[in-house]
Structure formats: structure tokens, C-alpha cells
């Protein structure tokens, strides 16, 4: 009686993301994954087509998840004069989002050395730099008056926004340590930032 491929295919998914988390895309073994699963490496094959294969299978989901957040983010600025990020509740957002995601982040972030997705944290980073300064232009075409700031600091303030809410996986925090953490990023950054968009 052949073996339930379906059970295999889970058993391969738990291992690897096991893997993966414990050991980071460089370190991890095909050869350990296969041994847990009781089958041969060979036998990981039918199933995925290497390891980047295995890695994109388990954060393709958050890749799109990620996605969908700046793509509707964007709209907003680009279609609603009236938008203001400040009247958001960030700060819980990205809580619920992590713990929503909470594997695929911690592989994004904390694992994907040597992997494609090794500069997902900068490529972040790029792009919060980029739609601030397009948020600015937009409140000073409609009238506002953002402060005029470098590039460097544009970039400085996108690095320290971006890297303080992935501290959360970093540390492995609780979900109510979490809140607490953005709660304080929230108290630091924003009262600056609405002065910088002219916001205040």
C-alpha cells in the first residue's frame, strides 16, 4: 500500500520550517529534514525542488501579505487628499499583522541568509523611505507644509521605523510584550514624524 502522500507533504512542510527557524537558510540540511521525515533526500524532491523552493513554499503567503498592506497603502495616499497615516492605529496593526504572519516574518527577517530574500528587511526599508517622500510631496502639493529633511535623513528615519517593529521577532516577544513595544515606538517616532509632514 503506497504511502499518503498528503501526510508526507505535512510532515515535510513541519520539518523544514523547524529547520529553517532553528538553523537559518545557509546552515539548513535537507539531510536532517529527510531524516525526520523518513524519507530519503532524494524522496524531498518529488515534493519541492530545492531548498529555495522549500523556503518560498513557507513565505510566500507573508510575501503577499506584505504586499497587499503597501499596495493599499499607496492608494490611499495617491487617491484621498483627507488621508492621514496618523489617524491609524499602527502600533496595533502591526502587532495583529506579525502574529497574523508570525513564522514567515521570523524566516524573512531573522533567516533568509543566503537566501533571495536575504535583503527583505532593506528592500522595506527602500520603500518606507520612498513612499514618505511621496506622502511629503503630495501634502505639499495640496497645500501643506512638510519640512524640507536630507535623503540621509529620510533614510535614517525609514531604517529606525522599519527595524523597531521587526524588534518583536528579533526577541521573540510575547504578543503583550509586543503591544507594549509598539506602544513606546508609537510615543517616540510619531509625535516627530506628524511634525515632519506638517502634520502636528
Known amino acids: 500500500m503506497p504511502r499518503d502522500k498528503t501526510d508526507t507533504n505535512a510532515k515535510i512542510i513541519r520539518y ?3 529547520e529553517f527557524l532553528t538553523y537559518g537558510y545557509e546552515q539548513a540540511s535537507l539531510n536532517r529534514v529527510s531524516a525526520k521525515v523518513g524519507i530519503t533526500t532524494a524522496g ?3 515534493h519541492f525542488k530545492g531548498k529555495e523552493d522549500m523556503f518560498y513554499y513557507l513565505v510566500k503567503d507573508t510575501l503577499a501579505a506584505f504586499e497587499e498592506v503597501t499596495d493599499s497603502s499607496e492608494s490611499r495616499m495617491e487617491t484621498d487628499d ?3 497615516p496618523f489617524d491609524d492605529d499602527w502600533a496595533k496593526f502591526w502587532v495583529d499583522f506579525i502574529y497574523e504572519h508570525y513564522d514567515g516574518i521570523k524566516l524573512l527577517i531573522c533567516c533568509s541568509e543566503g537566501s533571495v530574500y536575504e535583503g527583505f528587511e532593506d528592500r522595506l526599508i527602500a520603500y518606507e523611505e520612498a513612499a ?3 506622502y511629503a510631496e503630495i501634502l505639499a502639493s495640496s497645500g501643506r507644509n512638510p519640512k524640507k529633511i536630507t535623503d540621509l535623513q529620510w533614510h535614517i ?3 529606525a521605523y522599519v527595524h523597531l517593529i521587526f524588534e ?9 510584550e509586543a503591544a507594549q513595544h509598539m506602544r513606546f515606538v508609537s510615543t517616540l517616532l510619531y509625535p516627530g514624524w506628524k511634525e515632519i509632514f506638517g502634520l502636528g
Open 44 to 46: 524531498l524532491y518529488k
Open 82 to 84: 483627507s488621508y492621514n
Open 16 to 18: 523544514m520550517k523547524e
Open 132 to 134: 514618505n517622500k511621496r
Open 157 to 159: 528615519l525609514a531604517t
Open 168 to 176: 518583536i521577532v528579533r526577541h521573540d516577544m510575547a504578543k503583550e
